[in-house]
């Protein structure tokens, strides 16, 4: 099997009336033999095509398509990957030809055809001055033809019941409402109308051993959406896309389609390519806004959906407990991947969902200063942000009485509910700590569509609450966590590689938690105890809890966290001086006190007391 671009059959006819017809397969399948068949070795689209009519060229992509490889710990990342693979040798082909504005024509079959929503969708978004060029792709195709794409899903894994594949990866995947399916309509949903577009299904069930099922379903494989075409095909799966003849079953429609396609898309994709340059031009000048589509049926004019991230939206509500802290370090990458999740709108096939992302870890490993970080990063594209401590269900119920109190709406916890169904700008909730998992949180997601909600937890069965996606909080990354250790503790040459290489144990035996970075940082920041002397410290208090303790289920993050707080303790307690009791009787008072909301005034009395 060869990977990548192959040119099938090269440029026949008049290169200006020309078309690039790119044919993608699907799993298991071969560039080539997956449109041959089998008894004939007919090649329908290099050897049943009539090019005097048909002006092409065409190609086929191929790529790594094992069940093993394709459907690995992370299906969506490998789709990814062949999905950038695809943008970039295409339009590396078309741009060294000078062929770059032709139209594109897209065959794809099965799980290919997901490969080319990504891609497109990808493509969509590559409008800043250094990808710009790849983003010709999107511009220039005009067709796809999709046969037995299973764009809803399979039902009870059906692949895997007639292949004999028992890869639960694969079944999770492909699978009707699985997340992966679920981004990738998503992401190309809005960009349909761009497009004309052929759906074909199978008509006969495929058969292995005992086993007789549809692979592809029609109501999967043809979704009914206005402005596109559909037809049933008289052959199995496999069999549906591998003519031998011109009187194949089907092979009449999907002609009548490809000749139809080329004839009408030049000057379609002329004048698309005239906004385009319009459309790039402005976004040099500013940041993007919107993204521009072109609306086949409507006499090609623009169309636009929003890329809400970018919007400028009066922020009037910034309800927080506070600010991320100033030494907040790492995971960039996350931060931009969930941006995009949460800002760019991407309107589903079906019924629009209200935008659920769940974040669960262990205490201590970061998720509500993330969260802080988040909203303080976009607050400009939220009208109103809103925190909820859900550390308690009276907790969470208080919150939402004073949202209903500030809507106006009286102070009771469905009034604040209610109000945020109600809000007509965009809001973002945060519900943080809801980790008792005998409450259901649902309760307290506003009805309908509308608004985004960050939801923090220390229960992974919170995943069950998420619409498009989750993410579960570990360790940090090695380097960041030295960083978070050296900002803790004040230390001004972070990068010197000794001060790193002195901070690099003591966070590895932190199991690089954020919680207990900070702790141990503070302590050294507050001359408890140095850099270089820290670990013999941590340890020896360690050992001292560990002997008082049962060893038998010993929980080790848990200890980890307490034990950098018994070091500071300890240290505090040994200086034997009034400040020093001071601390620790306030310490002890903290100790009575919810971690929210304490109350300034008890402090102001105190003082005026002693004076």
Not at 328 to 347: A, N
Not at 429 to 451: H, K, M, Q, T
Not at 560 to 579: D, G, K, L
Request: hydrophobic residues 40%; proline residues 3%; aromatic residues 12%.
């Amino acid at each position: 099997m060869s990977f990548g671009l192959e040119t099938l059959v090269p440029d026949v006819g008049r290169q200006e009336i020309s078309v690039d017809i790119v044919a993608v397969h699907g799993l298991e399948e071969d560039p080539r033999e997956a449109w041959t068949c089998p008894k004939t070795h007919t090649l329908w689209l290099r050897d049943l095509l009539p090019f005097n009519k048909l002006p092409a060229r065409v190609l086929t992509f191929g790529y790594n398509a094992r069940v093993s490889s394709f459907f690995g710990n992370d299906s969506s990342d490998s789709i990814q990957q062949h999905a950038h693979t695809l943008i970039a040798e295409l339009e590396a082909l078309r741009a060294l030809d000078n062929t770059a504005e032709r139209p594109i024509i897209f065959v794809c079959h099965g799980l290919g055809g997901l490969l080319v929503k990504k891609a497109l969708a990808y493509s969509a978004s590559r409008t800043s001055k250094k990808v710009e060029h790849l983003y010709s792709v999107f511009i220039s195709t005009y067709a796809i033809l999709f046969f037995g794409t299973p764009h809803n899903g399979i039902e009870k894994a059906s692949w895997v019941q007639t292949r004999g594949y028992a890869s639960s990866n694969l079944e999770r995947s492909i699978e009707k409402n699985s997340e992966t399916l679920q981004n990738i309509t998503d992401q190309f949903a809005p960009l349909m109308k761009q497009f004309h577009i052929c759906f074909f299904w199978e008509i006969f069930q495929t058969v292995t051993g005992v086993n007789k099922t549809f692979i592809v379903s029609e109501d999967s494989a043809a979704p009914i959406l206005d402005d596109t075409e559909r037809s049933g095909i008289n052959a199995t799966h496999s069999q549906m896309c591998r003519f031998d003849g011109l009187v194949s079953p089907g092979f009449s429609i999907v002609l009548a389609a490809l000749l139809r396609y080329t004839k009408e898309s030049h000057a379609t994709i002329r004048l698309r390519w005239i906004e385009a340059r319009k459309f790039l031009a402005t976004q040099r000048k500013y940041e993007a806004s919107e993204l521009v589509g072109f609306d086949v049926r409507n006499h090609n004019k623009p169309f636009t959906y929003r890329n809400e991230g970018a919007r400028k939206i009066q922020n009037k509500y910034y309800r927080i407990p506070h600010n991320v802290s100033n030494i907040y370090t790492g995971r960039d990458d996350f931060t931009q991947g969930l941006r995009e999740k949460m800002l760019v709108s991407t309107p589903s096939l079906g019924v629009r969902r209200q935008r659920r992302f769940v974040l669960y870890g262990l205490g201590g490993s970061g998720k509500t200063q993330f969260c802080l970080k988040f909203v303080q990063e976009n607050r400009d594209n939220y009208y109103g942000i809103f925190f909820i401590d859900a550390s308690s269900v009276e907790n969470a119920e208080r919150a939402f009485a004073e949202l209903g109190r500030l809507g106006g709406m009286g102070d009771t916890c469905t009034n604040g509910i209610y109000w945020l169904t109600g809000l007509e700008f965009p809001w973002l909730l945060v519900i943080d700590n809801a980790d008792d998992p005998s409450v259901d949180y649902s309760r307290f997601f506003p009805p309908g569509e509308r608004g985004h909600i960050l939801i923090t937890s220390r229960n992974q069965d919170c995943k069950i609450h998420a619409t498009i996606g989750y993410y579960e909080f570990k360790d940090m990354d090695q380097e960041d966590a030295v960083t978070l250790l050296l900002k803790a503790a004040c230390v001004e040459n972070s990068t010197d590689r000794k001060v790193r290489d002195l901070a690099r144990p003591i966070a590895k035996t932190l199991g690089y938690l954020p919680l207990a970075l900070i702790q141990a940082g503070a302590s050294i920041r507050q001359n408890i105890c140095s850099l270089e002397d820290y670990l013999e410290l941590y340890s020896s208090h360690r050992k001292e809890i560990f002997s008082k303790l049962p060893v038998q289920g010993a929980d080790q993050y848990r200890y980890t966290i307490f034990t950098t707080w018994e070091v500071s303790f300890r240290m505090i307690e040994r200086q034997a001086t009034e400040e020093a009791a001071d601390a620790i009787e306030v310490l002890h008072v903290f100790a009575f006190l919810h971690f929210e909301q304490v109350p300034a005034t008890m402090f102001q009395r105190a003082w005026k007391r002693s004076t």
